[in-house]
Nanobody
Framework: QVQLVESGGGLVQSGGSLRLSCAASGSIFSNNPMAWYRQSPGKQREFVASISSGSSTNYAVSVKGRFTISRDNAKNTVYLEMNSLKPEDAAVYYC??????WGQGTQVTVSS
């Protein structure tokens, strides 16, 4: 059974930075694509970034150039480095492991 535990969320001022972490267990981490999604109140969950088992990355247009996804297979952990944060980035951020495992989410709040 796959378990994903996110951490690193919090309150930050607009223009600030945060780094989210997602620790995985219960699977062969290095074999699995990983991704970050986010959901803000009243909106559908949306894709933020993904990283393949070979460390190829993809980003949503809204975060490209500001966010960086990375993985450390030795630590079974995927990261999301978020810079130049905007109020519209505020959401609950979820870690996802292909095909259908989700973490519990971590709240990111951005004050203007």
């Amino acid at each position: 059974q796959v378990q994903l535990v996110e951490s690193g969320g919090g309150l930050v001022q607009s223009g600030g930075s945060l780094r989210l972490s997602c620790a995985a267990s219960g699977s062969i981490f290095s074999n699995n694509p990983m991704a970050w999604y986010r959901q803000s109140p009243g909106k559908q969950r949306e894709f933020v970034a993904s990283i393949s088992s070979g460390s190829s990355t993809n980003y949503a247009v809204s975060v490209k150039g500001r966010f960086t996804i990375s993985r450390d297979n030795a630590k079974n952990t995927v990261y999301l480095e978020m810079n130049s944060l905007k109020p519209e980035d505020a959401a609950v951020y979820y870690c996802h492991q292909h095909p259908q495992s989700w973490g519990q989410g971590t709240q990111v709040t951005v004050s203007s």
